[in-house]
């Protein structure tokens, strides 16, 4: 039951409704690809007339192209095909992770135009130089934006750890504790882009954004509730409901990684004794596999090598912490029954080894019987859960919500 | 970000309006519990002319009743005040536990008006036959609240398992598999009836039912995001996210009862080992605190009795369940990020001892620190999760929801 008690007015504002219509019609024609006026309007509800005084607005403000005839397959004209443009507002997603920064540019199609990777060892340094060695990738990454004419209006930080109001209350991997990420990100920024303005910069946990890519860029999307699972040094989680995100009451929902395995088991980072991180996190398991961690990938990269020749310590390894890892999903399944489970960041390479020993603690521990070895439930994510795109797609998501808002942000490319 | 393609029409229909403003007066006037025009029209945010033609139509449907005159607090003219109508539709809740049968007829203003227990081992009994015993007794309370002026609608089932399209998929604390319990109970309840009309009837996980009943009628509704558990023979979770219910994918999410604990730990009704009902459960407690399972209540009602008498073997087994207890509670926190976990059944009685280790487990092992004994987001559940009450105020939320469509099942009281 919704309890909602805004009233309803006798009629919606119609400046609002036009402005809602436009979103629904760029939506649309960023969903299909290419479209033309009469496959929007079939796709959306509204007539075809409503369609084109829109799409001319979309063309005029130079969020929609034309690219000249295309034939629908069926009887008639041939239509214009329409797509989203190649260049104006775009979204600038920058990944702080412990071992690595990974920046990135999406247009509003949600392609990934600009990468800019680099390994850093982010332990050592303190936030503020971390996140000015961020802001100096970023600005980088925006120059070759701007050679594309695109205009990124807007900035996430994926973090990992507790993100809440612009602050890094608690990242126990980085050492962090209570650092005003966004601040330092957005003053670092504008030092190295003289002449440019301030980009509003927002922050999320990047677990919570490795999800939202899986979401909107991953595997076909009939899956719409799913847990999303990443491996990296730390394990994140994030779960998604219906395609929206659940964030909790604080933002700080999806910590898998801090679910207690073993009450007595080794000490965490975290202040308690046996999380899982401890078992299934990537320096236990290249412990256990006898792996000396290498950065850059290097030590991952080793285990998957010597898992594949046969290695009995690096299989015996991964079978473990997938063991650990099936039990916690186990849980996990029990409380939130999501219709899919989704592997990413260093599991993804090693599902051949992972997924039977999970799958086999979720089909001994779930209680709904609904999840089998075979059932398909249980999945690698289509990427390795790129939390730079999630973060950058969520300001192109801002902008596809409300296109007029941002027609000032168009560049004539 | 929202991604719902539906097209916003020009204008939403009136009709619809008026019906939803309908039921928004009469929701205001409800919450209120006795209501002015003017304080109903300053809640809704509507005129005071559109709040007066509303309140007319539902005092005419026998929806709302006057009272006379009551006076605001404040300098004005006197106002009549208004409260829902006692009579008419109601919602007829049914819980079918393991040792027990409730049934619950609440009227619109969510009061129990009629309440009938009975005590039952529900194990021994095949399923039609429990449900016949059920509809026995769901006769007897409707025949009390028709001789009130009542008439409920519709009824809900409150049943110990996995509910999903009207039959229980599984329940394993009672020994039923894929039982169609909708209408195994509704074949009966006509049958006892003659002269009736079929009443609709749904169902529904009882653990989800006793928040929803801890959501409308528990402790004041400032959290609206909170875990519920159970404590009962099985220990039941529910999960309140904004005020809603997280149902899950298939409908079986908050099984929080069968999270492992202990991989290796004691055999499962559910076929796994070591799930938390093996640790925190009724027969676990009784177990551990040498007390004899002896039905309706009484061997909880001793194990309280030799705690508050500081029985050291008592206590010891409150607090090892507790224990455990926290141990997956703040698992279950550091996954979905509540702002409280509500602890109802038998463990609302057991607070005094079972909340210390819970709350030191919780404040060990969550991860954003925001869980300390003292921060009152450990909490007993306001009522005892009442999973028949909040069965039947399902059926009136849907008489809220939309008054119009019930006018006709109004009497005349």
Redesign the interface.
Known sequence: ???N????????D?D??RR??LS?VL??VRDEGEATRAGVAA????TRAAVSSLVEQLLGLGFLTEYGKTFSGQAGRPGTALGVARTGPAGLGVEVNIDYVSVCVVDLAGTDRVRLTEHLDNRGAPPAQVLARAAGIAARALESAHEQGLSPVGATLALPG?VSGGTV??A?NLGWNRVPAEELFAASLIGRRPGHGALPVSSENEANLAALAELWFGSPGTVR?FLHVTGEIGVG?A?V?D??L???????????G???VD?AGPECR???RGCLEQYAGQAALLRAAGIEESGAGAGVAELERRARAGDGRAVAAVTEAGRMLG??L???V??????AVVLGGIYRGLMPWLSPPVAEELS???????WSPENGRLRAASVAGDAARGAAA?VT??V??DPVAYAGDRTTG
């Not at 008690?5 to 919606?12: E, N, R, T, Y």
């Not at 659940?246 to 898998?256: D, M, P, Q, S, T």
């Not at 029990?334 to 219709?339: E, F, W």
């Not at 001994?364 to 609904?370: I, K, P, Q």
């Open positions: 039951m919704k309890r008690l805004a009233p309803l007015g006798p009629k919606a119609q609002t409704v809602s219509n629904l939506r649309a796709r959306v509800g509204l507790l209350r608690q126990p509730s989680g779960l409901v395609g929206e659940l964030r909790g009451a604080h933002g700080f929902a999806g910590e898998i801090h679910v207690v009450a975290c202040g308690s039990r916690v186990s849980g996990a029990n409380l939130l029954d999501p219709d001994a521990r779930v209680v709904s019987g609904l969520r998501a801002e596809l919500a």
